[in-house]
């Protein structure tokens, strides 16, 4: 499984970088608006310097527009800053439309908001690279967004279909877990939740423990 961070910050995109475990990012218009970044060109000057951080890796760019031809002109844009930047579109009639186009013009998608399977199967239809079920709004919900992702996964396989199954709206450590278990290609998270995969109290106490003995023999 592939590890992301869902955020639009510089210092946090860095950090899992330098830990050694990222594979890209995803932003969406909430996290972008969060850094406090305003107009056109910061905001295209913001994805090029995250795709020049995470170097190799996929950066999810999402469209700010609901109709189809405004999405295939902002989503033009969007791809022209970088070759790994991914058009993140919203799963919706028009949005279905643009992704078919963005797939016959040669331009990746992630669809976003996905909550059910049939969503994620049409989105998979007209060749979105990764579908984004959001997990922890579902459980937010009272329903369980990881049998959410078990589902997508088993027709994926079932039906061979190619597209990246990208859990989000992550909302711990386990989740991360989980979704490894249930067939997630790519996980993307916050990076306390990542930083919290090193933790067990175990490892804390036998840490200590191994550092007062070290000092019996240097
Ligand atoms: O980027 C999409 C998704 O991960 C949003 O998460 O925490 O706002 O539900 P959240």
């Avoid at 890796?57 to 002109?73: C, L, N, W, Y």
Wanted: with cysteine; net charge neutral.
């Amino acid at each position: 499984m592939k590890y992301f961070i869902d955020t639009a910050n510089l210092d946090q995109i860095k950090e899992a970088h330098d830990l050694g475990v990222l594979d890209g990012v995803t932003t969406n218009p909430t996290l972008m608006a969060k850094e406090g970044i305003k107009g056109h060109d910061a905001v295209y000057n913001h994805y090029k310097t995250i795709c020049e951080i995470v170097k190799n890796g996929d950066v999810s760019a999402e469209v700010t527009t609901v109709s189809f031809k405004d999405m295939v002109e902002q989503g033009k844009s969007l791809a022209a800053i970088h070759k790994n930047i991914v058009v993140k579109v919203p799963m919706t009639v028009d949005g279905v439309k643009a992704m078919k186009w963005f797939t016959d013009n040669g331009i990746r998608t992630n669809c976003t908001l996905i909550f059910s399977a049939g969503q994620a199967m049409l989105a998979a239809k007209v060749g979105a690279a990764y579908v984004s079920p959001f997990i922890g709004r579902i459980d937010d919900s009272g329903w369980d967004g990881l049998e959410l992702i078990q589902q997508i996964a088993t027709i994926f396989a079932v039906q061979n279909i190619k597209s990246q199954i990208l859990a989000a709206s992550i909302r711990s450590s386990l989740h991360i877990i989980k979704c490894a278990e249930a067939g997630a290609n790519v996980c993307t998270c916050p990076l306390d939740s990542i930083i919290g995969l090193t933790k067990h109290p175990l490892t804390d106490i036998g840490l200590q423990k191994f550092m007062e003995d070290a000092k019996k023999f240097q």
